[in-house]
């Protein structure tokens, strides 16, 4: 695994990835709690600690970066203070934020966590899902046909937060066929053929029960893929599964199952995005999806072992080959 790995990694700066989708700004606000509000059966939190991340689409493209390719990435921020603090966390990642749309009619979506003790007690969300619509979604097509021609691969990041609705990524996944461009998709809309024509479309096992209308643990795994892969078209289906790694579905091709490789699991917060993100990276790079889904498979390993969204290094990668 060590070879392929370092082959990967002397692949990847070679590449440019596209990651359109959901951006947000992730915020940790961390500190002790050791009595109980007066006002109210709460734990008072002794802040000591905030720090803001990209999340989301821009945690897509952290990694992307984290992997020494090159990310651009595209999406909607509001034209408020989080905004800005996302705009700075992005380039504190070594992304530049010049491709994003400024939307005034829309918050930047943020979820901020609060933790004591290592233990998070709350999370707040400031979002805004209604489909994007009018100047914006004009300004992001165009974006996003200027940058298709000059890419290897591209993301759709969706996290149903109204950035990638059912038309857009039709017609992204259609121009990207066009161009030949390997598209990777992390889904969250229950119509999966919205994404058909992907190359991999990557649920997790919630979602894939959900899109499939079944209960996994009644019908199994496979009754949800039957179900499934029509629908998907020619595109590929691969479906994390937590502790129990990841299942690699191809149309006429018989399945593939990659056991979790994870010493221990800290917080599964953002491992999906790392699982797209080098997935783009492997394809972006030539390889073939099984080899690029190993890739990703491990790199999910080492993400889960952080806490808090963490784009996964190379420097990481490579140990955990080892």
Request: net charge negative; hydrophobic share 45%.
């Amino acid at each position: 695994m060590r070879e392929k790995i370092s082959e990967f990694l002397s692949l990847a700066p070679g590449v440019k990835v596209l990651v359109v989708g959901d951006v947000m700004l992730d915020e940790y606000i961390s500190g002790s709690a050791t009595r109980i509000s007066p006002e109210a059966p709460v734990p008072v939190v002794a802040v000591r600690r905030r720090r803001s991340v990209p999340g989301g689409a821009a945690n897509v493209a952290a990694n992307v970066a984290a992997m020494t390719a090159e990310a651009i990435l595209a999406g909607v921020l509001g034209a408020d203070e989080a905004g800005q603090r996302l705009r700075q966390a992005l380039l504190e990642a070594g992304l530049q934020p010049d491709w994003l749309v400024e939307d005034s009619g829309r918050v930047t979506t943020t979820k901020t966590r609060v933790t004591a003790g290592g233990q998070q007690i709350v999370r707040f969300d400031a979002e805004d899902t209604s489909p994007l619509a009018g100047a914006a979604l004009e300004a992001m097509r165009n974006r996003c046909a200027q940058l298709l021609p000059s890419v290897q691969v591209c993301v759709i990041s969706d996290y149903a937060k109204g950035t990638v609705e059912a038309g857009f990524c039709r017609w992204l996944i259609s121009e990207a066929n066009r161009l030949g461009l390997p598209v990777v998709v992390d889904p969250k809309s229950q119509d999966l053929s919205r994404y058909a024509g992907a190359t991999v479309i990557t649920p997790n096992l919630k979602e894939t029960a959900a899109a499939a209308g079944q209960v996994i643990e009644t019908h199994g795994l496979h009754g949800a893929v039957d179900a499934l892969l029509p629908v998907i078209g020619t595109s590929a289906l691969l479906v994390t599964r937590g502790e129990e790694g990841m299942s690699l579905f191809e149309p006429g091709s018989a399945e593939r199952h990659y056991p979790a490789v994870v010493n221990e699991v800290a917080d599964v917060t953002g491992a999906g995005d790392t699982v797209v993100s080098l997935l783009a990276v492997a394809l972006g790079a030539g390889l073939p999806l099984r080899e690029a889904a190993a890739i990703a498979n491990l790199a999910a390993g080492v993400a889960v072992s952080h806490h808090g969204t963490w784009a996964v290094s190379a420097a990481e990668l490579l140990a955990a080959a080892e």
